[in-house]
Structure formats: structure tokens, C-alpha cells
Nanobody, 113 residues
């Protein structure tokens, strides 16, 4: 079965941390690059971070130095460690596999005092 399942979202105070995980079927995990996107209310879905099969990473300017994307090859999981969170990071976060263009269902992240 081809699927992506996100977890780890929630409510956190400004300055706090969250770790998002995306469990992928093997074909999606190994087929191509994986990425995290986010969509805030009334806005477009934007790329947050991307990691290629070889481990190359790139990030949106807004999250550079605060977020880290990584691949757990043993478990077919892509993680997004989010530190120093800001209210403007509030959004639904989606996992994406470039192989077959598959999206996860999304997980809500809310940064608020």
C-alpha cells in the first residue's frame, strides 16, 4: 500500500519545539526525495524542507537554522525537528513524496501563548 502517515503535531508555546514524523511505505521512501510543506489559513501550501535520497537537504528561508529534516532509513520515516517555534509557524504540515506525487493527510501545528 502506498501511503504517508504524519504524526507529532500539536500546540506549543513560542520558543518551544516539536518533532513531526512521516511514516512512508517503502516505495515512497526509497523512490525519490521527501519533503515537508505547510499551509496556513488563507495561504498557499509552501515548501518547508526537502531531503533527497542521498541526504541532501534544503530549507525555506523562514525556517533555516530552526528546523531540521532527516531520514530514518531503518524505519522508512522522515522527521522534521522544529525548534525556536514562532506564531507564524502555525499551519497544517504535510508530508510529500516526490515519487508518485503522494501527500499525507496533514498534521496541525499551533504556536501560541
Amino acid at each position: 500500500q502506498v501511503q504517508l502517515v504524519e504524526s507529532g503535531g500539536g500546540l506549543v508555546q513560542p520558543g518551544g519545539s516539536l518533532r513531526l514524523s512521516c511514516a512512508a511505505s517503502a516505495s515512497l521512501f526509497n523512490g525519490n526525495s521527501m519533503a515537508w510543506y505547510r499551509q496556513a489559513p488563507g495561504k498557499e501550501r509552501d515548501l518547508v524542507a526537502r531531503i533527497t535520497r542521498s541526504g541532501y537537504t534544503d530549507y525555506a528561508d523562514a525556517v533555516k537554522g530552526r528546523f531540521t529534516i532527516s531520514r530514518d532509513r531503518a524505519n522508512n520515516v522522515v522527521n522534521l525537528q522544529m525548534d525556536s517555534l514562532k506564531p507564524e509557524d502555525t499551519a497544517v504540515y504535510y508530508c510529500y513524496s516526490a515519487y508518485m506525487g503522494v501527500w499525507g493527510q496533514g498534521t496541525q501545528v499551533t504556536v501560541s501563548a
